[in-house]
């Protein structure tokens, strides 16, 4: 798996204070974009939580996917959650370390008691001593949240400076990418009370025994959601109902619990779990299956090798303005493209962390990772590979047709209605589920820059 090492540099450890005003929750921020372009420090936000036991809660759920393997598991992992300030909200990100469980907690312009909300996106330190101190939270005093240093400016020689050399994945970011990709494609498929949401969500298992691997299905059924063998007709994935367990923390504050998913065409699929809070909402959001991470899903590869997508991404770019709500039709009359190439050039934004995707919203959002905008695409091995294939002449063009020389084998790629279906082993065993091949992203390269003689051999 490739690695690189990332710096994250807090100027103090964040911490949890008692005063005589109530308790001060200071989330210390490492470097970060915003409007103003990089800060070392950032400060999104400085105000009182509404539902500060709750809000405890849900960040601590946040923290737990991110030091979680739910597959292969190992050592726990020391990742900080991603924060963004959208001017209305403070949206809080991570992924488990086997890439399979993404989380979000969104704190709502009505959970921040109506303190201004600032725009950009910086890691959070949520250290150990943090998690046991936002675990005693406990009753209804009040809690003054700061997101960000005490100053604007601040340098080493303000105090020290807490250093974490964190190893992360390429594949995180793709998974970012390829959840964005899976959500998008989501509708809200069942909604239940507190109380059915509660006794649903304690109904299911907490560790990964026989009973709990693979995937459940499970069907709406009235207020409530009841167990199928198979995915009928409106029915909705659970893959690894344990990796849910996270929601436990805010069962006892929860409203409602919303889950989104696909049409079931018979395949595991992945799907959302979002537990509706007083003033935010927390959403896991789960690989097909456990021992499958986002970041191999091939959502994405199609708009990669799409010059197209490469342009307007360029020029969708200049128009995001760290918003809350990113329509494509808005961007669409802003650009003067059509929605679906204002789709695709979203798609490929969300490769280099741009944007995400809010279920409860139905729409984009902007953010900033600190990742380089070619990183994905270099190191997504199926990519590298087709390039590969498509630079040294391996594809070779006969209408419809394709072939692809790869290894000892020769395949034949056929597209139809703008589809390509491929004769390999890969092709056989996912069906389109997982993205498109090698040789089928060979072929879609080579049609975009190669003009070959119809015929030739």
Excluded at 51 to 62: F, H, K, T
Excluded at 221 to 243: D, E, I, N, S
């Amino acid at each position: 798996m490739t690695r690189s090492v990332q710096a994250l540099a807090y100027s103090r450890p964040s911490v949890l204070k008692s005063s005589q005003a109530g308790q001060l929750l200071g989330l210390e921020t490492a470097g970060g974009l915003t409007p103003r372009g990089a800060e070392p420090h950032p400060r999104f936000f400085e105000g009182f939580l509404t539902s500060p036991r709750i809000a405890a809660r849900g960040l601590l759920a946040v923290a737990d996917v991110a030091a979680a393997r739910y597959y292969q598991r190992t050592l726990l992992s020391s990742l900080d959650p991603v924060v963004t300030g959208n001017g209305d909200r403070l949206r809080f990100e991570s992924f488990s370390g086997c890439c399979g469980v993404y989380a979000r907690l969104d704190v709502l312009r009505e959970g921040l008691d109506g303190a201004e909300t600032g725009h950009g996106t910086t890691n959070v330190d949520v250290n150990n001593s943090l998690r046991e101190a936002l675990s005693r939270i406990a009753g209804d005093d009040p809690l003054h949240l700061r997101v960000g240093p005490q100053e604007m400016a601040v340098t080493t020689l303000d105090g020290p400076v807490v250093e974490k050399k964190v190893p992360l994945p390429d594949r995180w970011l793709r998974g970012f990418a390829e959840a964005q990709v899976a959500s998008a494609a989501f509708d809200l498929r069942a909604e239940l009370p507190a109380a059915e949401a509660v006794r649903f969500l304690r109904s299911l298992p907490r560790s990964s025994g026989s009973a709990s691997r693979g995937a459940q299905w499970v069907l709406p059924a009235g207020k409530t959601l009841r167990p199928t063998t198979r995915p009928t007709a409106g029915a909705v994935c659970l893959p690894g109902p344990q990796r849910l367990v996270s929601l436990q923390r805010v069962l006892r504050h929860a409203t409602a619990l919303r889950v989104y998913g696909p049409v079931a065409d018979g395949a595991d699929t992945a799907s959302a779990w979002e537990v509706v809070l007083p003033g935010m909402r927390l959403t896991l959001t789960l690989s097909p299956e456990a021992s499958r991470g986002f970041s191999g899903e091939g959502g994405v590869l199609e708009a990669l090798v799409t010059d197209d997508a490469a342009a307007d991404a360029e020029l969708i770019s200049v128009l995001l303005a760290w918003e809350p709500r990113i329509e494509p039709a808005d961007l669409a009359e802003q650009s003067g493209l059509p929605v679906e190439r204002v789709r695709a050039a979203l798609v490929r934004l969300g490769t280099a962390g741009r944007v995400g995707y809010d279920l409860a919203d139905a729409a984009y959002f902007h953010r900033e990772l600190p990742y380089d905008a070619d990183r994905a695409e270099r190191h997504n091995p199926r990519l590298v590979a087709a390039r590969q294939l498509a630079e040294c002449g391996s594809v070779v063009l006969d209408g419809d047709l394709a072939a692809v020389a790869s290894g000892d084998h020769s395949y034949q790629v056929r597209e139809r209605a703008g589809a390509l279906s491929c004769t390999c082993q890969w092709r056989a065993d996912y069906r389109g589920r997982r993205g498109p091949c090698k040789h089928a992203l060979a072929v879609r390269m080579t049609r975009q820059g190669a003009t070959v003689t119809a015929g030739a051999r």
